[in-house]
């Protein structure tokens, strides 16, 4: 088998972590049984089922439930040929800047939900292994170079919640930006209004604070660090499976 | 994938012969999953899983041939006791599963 095979190509976008599609007739006529095509989310498409007459459905169908992320079957010609679509998306992100009591909560919930977890912070005294044995990835740097290093893709949700402007700020102008799903920042209405005001000031654009979740998570009543954090997860989950949260006060230029 | 994945590629450094078996459809209660993978060798040994275990070794048995005919194959499996699926047992539903050499 080349280093080039159908396979090899597959292989290399799932340990990437990019969504791609493999699509394979499963029933049909025996040339045809097993023919394949891979259609990733971003990059060239390739397999000899792109040579048929219906290759047009068939991308159209992979993208559709790519987009659904499920894997199932659809029929072609006539129904006289079945296609299995292997729907692989990488695994969703966390990434939470701030090694604080809410983050440990977050990293319990977020776990069992499918979230690979990334703590983030430049205190090493604050990030130890000791307060956070649960979480996937530790990483002792500044949001702004941290967020960029463990990469922002578009099933990424980054949490940032040390209170502490010098802290926050960095990382959600890297994260803002960025195609992350979701992106919320911990603090009262009257901090949020400081930080639109300071983030403005420094050059950030009103459409990216506009989709900022803050203040952050479901208003639950939570106050302790397990509530806030059950609020702010149920947000993300929310958002991911794109409910509508209600409308948000748009930030003015 | 990604679970077997590791299985391939040590299977693959050994010279292997390899079967991929993948859930495409199910109805009813079915523990697994379209998409849901196991992978067979030319010794037999397998990864992974398609059902809550009840049909494994039936497909091993077809990944074996599948193996030798470079044929590859669709399997259904349905339940045999109707009962079964009301009492709600993991192996209750329906499943298709095809089954393929990896050599594309």
């Given at each position: ?9 597959f292989?290399?976008y ?41 290759r ?23 129904d006289?040929?079945?296609v ?7 695994p ?140 702010i ?21 | ?25 199910t ?78």
């Amino acid at each position: 088998m080349s280093e080039s095979s159908l396979f090899a190509t597959f292989k290399s976008y799932i340990e990437q972590e990019q969504s791609v599609t493999l699509a394979t007739v499963v029933r049909g006529p025996d040339g045809l049984l097993g023919a394949k095509a891979l259609i990733p989310a971003n990059g060239p498409l390739l397999g000899p089922l792109l040579d048929t007459p219906w290759r047009d459905k068939l991308i159209r169908d992979a993208q559709l439930l790519m987009r659904e992320h499920s894997s199932a079957t659809r029929r072609y010609e006539d129904d006289s040929i079945e296609v299995f679509f292997d729907v692989n998306r990488p695994p969703s992100r966390l990434i939470i800047v701030g090694a604080v009591h809410i983050a440990d909560a977050l990293i319990h919930f977020a776990r069992p939900l499918g979230y690979k977890t990334y703590l983030v912070d430049p205190r090493t005294a604050f990030a130890t292994p000791e307060r956070f044995p649960h979480v996937d990835a530790m990483v002792h740097a500044w949001g702004d170079e941290a967020l960029p290093q463990i990469g922002l893709n578009s099933e990424t949700a980054v949490v940032v919640i040390t209170h502490d402007p010098k802290l926050d700020d960095p990382a959600l102008k890297v994260a803002l930006p960025s195609p992350a799903f979701y992106v919320g920042a911990l603090g009262s209405p009257k901090t949020h209004a400081q930080r639109v005001e300071r983030l403005l000031g420094e050059g950030l654009a009103p459409e990216h604070l506009n989709r900022l979740h803050a203040p952050i998570g479901l208003d639950i009543g939570g106050r302790t660090p397990a509530e806030i954090a059950l609020s702010i997860i149920a947000e993300i989950v929310a958002v991911h499976n794109d409910v509508q949260l209600g409308e948000r006060l748009p930030v003015s230029g | 994938m990604k679970d077997v994945l590791e299985h391939i590629e040590n299977w693959q450094a050994e010279g292997r012969q390899i079967a991929v078996a993948t859930v495409t459809q199910t109805w009813g209660s079915s523990p697994r999953g379209p998409g849901s993978k196991m992978v067979v060798n030319d010794k037999g040994e397998m990864f992974g899983s398609v059902s809550g275990g009840c049909v494994e070794g039936a497909v091993v048995q077809e990944a074996l041939q599948v193996l030798s005919s470079g044929r590859p194959k669709l399997l259904h499996f349905g339940v045999a006791d109707e009962m079964a699926w009301e009492v709600g047992l993991a192996c209750g539903g329906t499943i298709e599963v095809f089954v393929e050499r990896l050599d594309w």
